[in-house]
């Protein structure tokens, strides 16, 4: 009995093992035959993925994370599938077309990141024309090798489909088993996609709505979610009336019914400038640190540097940039509001009624003007500047174009036209004037150093020789880097400026009146250049070892802290002399402003700057900086910029009011909601008055 069982047992582990075995072998078999059934697709397949993960990887850099890569593959899978719905003729087309499709937006992509450290936004195809001329800027300073290397993809799709196609392996699939398969793709992306959204979190969700951090939600979504969310963000001025306005309408009232019951607080400054004529200079790229940099002696900015120490000088002052760089500055200076978190406002929202420094001023009877010699069309001024308020735009045909630098008209041209246009806007009665005047020449690809003048920014020292005799020895610092072709053309900037403020002086144009000067964004320096002004070793013309004392780490929090641009207010009746080092933001501009020159917008988000104790600086990307700690949204994480503690309420409260300003200023853009308002309350008055 006990060998009958025993054989039992023995014939059962080997029928065991020889069905699992078998099974094996089928499972392997047909799993092979399957895949080796539609290379192409398995070709195509392997390419998208590969050339998303890598884009990744050289931007955000997260290799160890699975999510954007089960994301990736859902979304290639669907893209796969529809292939089944096509003549097999055509299959090959379609997978051409679509490694196309994704080389060129991975390659748009890696080259915007290098320049913007973003990610680029369908919305930009409506602004594509005003980067024709700014071509030249990517090909010399933002294009490297790493972007080229994507188009490995759709070269090798079209060989591996040769060698398909010389050894006959690949038949057309019959029309059924094509609807099989598709079926089945369309399973195992369901399966993936369920599989990632499991790992996502409520606040996953809630800053894909938003969108305003993109290098997050690449990190964590893929490139190719984020462009299919960014593509159906990009149609949202179509469609928003339909969507959202009750949520959005009642978070607005709610904002400003609190922020317009606390009443003004009145201080040293207010209406120290009322009815006196104002002038901005929009300074293009310029940057603080330039300010406090020399040269053998000789400093980057002396003009600005005399402006600043005679002026108010605000040290810690941020651009809150989106897309629209240059354009997003002027409309946040003017409106207090930040710019909209996709898209530009100039190009996707110049048809919605805003408040602004022009029309403030016209009520208190101001002639508003602004001069650009550039194209009027570029960032759709020609249309929002109206938008905005302004009486007239002088732009390129006002203008002989007589000196070019870079992109346009020299500044120094530019400024010593403008004058006489002023001088006789004052003769024909055009006073009191707020004028901005935005400047051109300190545009990337700062390559024409021979026209921005003898600036050099090389180290020269003087020794004594073997003969023991005085040599002097020069090294080249900044010398043949982008940074030191940038402090050139800052240092011909700096020049114009003050060539421009004597000539207004000449002209009697400085009387009654006060001159502002902003930087309208950082020159997005490569962030090796910061390393090598910081730690330059003259005496060997080599760096500063990382272990030495004086080594200065440019991670990212130093570069981010970098990024801050000069903001002085300078009148020549008026020597304020005083440097204010609270954090302060674009959007700050217009209520300090108004309470020096007496005008308040009821839509501001921003705070007149010495009306308070404590100031928050919020970025388009969710970041937020106060005077203690800068916060980074996509990683959760801060760099404590005193020495005291902060506590965890403290982020959480700042958090909190980020993401309320960003969505109160993004939905009032989106739903026009100021017009919506006044017409309401018109409507309201005449039911009351029974009209």
Known sequence: MKNIIMRIISNSQKRYVFLKNKISNIKIKEIKKYITADLLLLYFFVGALINSTLVRYLTVKNYFDIRPILADITC?????????????????????????????????????????????????????????????????NVLEPKDIIYFWFPIMLYLANRQINHRRRQRP????????RAFNIFILSVITGLIFISTLTPLDFSRINKQWNREFLVARFGLYIYHLNDLIKSIEPQINTLFGYDTAAKQFREFYQELNTIEPIKNKYTNIFQGKNLITIHAESIQSFAMNLQFNGEEVTPNLNRLASQGLNFTNFYTQVGVGTSSDTEFTLNTSLLPVSNGTVFVSYWNREYVTIPSLLKEKGYYSFSMHANNGTFWNRLIMHEVMGYDKFFHKPNYTIDEKIGLGLSDASFFSQSVPMIAKLKEKGKEPFYGTMIMLTCHTP?????????????????????????????????????????????????????QFINNLDEAGLLENTVIVIYGDHDARLPRRDFNRLYNYNPETDTLLDEE??????????????????PFIIWAKEKRLSQKVDTVMGMYDVLPTLGNMFGFRSNYQIGKDIFSIKENIVVFLNGNWLTDKVYYNSQKG???????????????????????????????????????????????????????
């Open 548 to 565: 030495d004392p004086n080594f200065k780490r440019v991670d990212y929090y130093q570069y981010e802290l970098d990024r801050k641009v």
């Open 76 to 140: 290639i899978l669907l893209i796969s599938l529809f292939s089944y719905f096509i003549k097999p003729k055509g299959r090959f087309a379609y997978f051409l077309i679509w490694s196309f499709i994704i080389t060129i937006i991975i390659f748009i992509n890696s080259v915007y990141y290098t320049f913007y450290n973003s990610f680029v936004s369908f919305s930009l195809l409506s602004t594509s024309l005003f980067l024709v001329d700014v071509g030249d800027a990517v090909v010399q």
């Open 173 to 180: 699939i019959h029309l059924k088993k094509s609807k099989q």
């Open 637 to 691: 994480e801060y760099l404590l910029l005193k020495d005291e503690p902060i506590e965890e309420d403290y982020i959480n409260r700042n958090n909190e009011y980020a993401d309320t300003i960003l969505g109160v200023s993004n939905s009032l853009i989106i739903y026009d909601l100021i017009k919506r308002e006044r017409e309401t309350t018109e409507l309201l008055k005449s039911i009351q008055s029974g009209e």
């Open 446 to 498: 700062f390559d024409e150093i021979e026209k921005y003048g003898d600036f050099p920014v090389d180290y020269k020292t003087t020794i004594i020789n073997e003969d023991n005799e005085e040599e002097e020895v020069i090294q080249p610092y900044m010398e043949g880097t982008r940074m030191g072709n940038y402090l050139k053309a800052i240092n011909y900037a700096d020049r114009a400026i003050g």
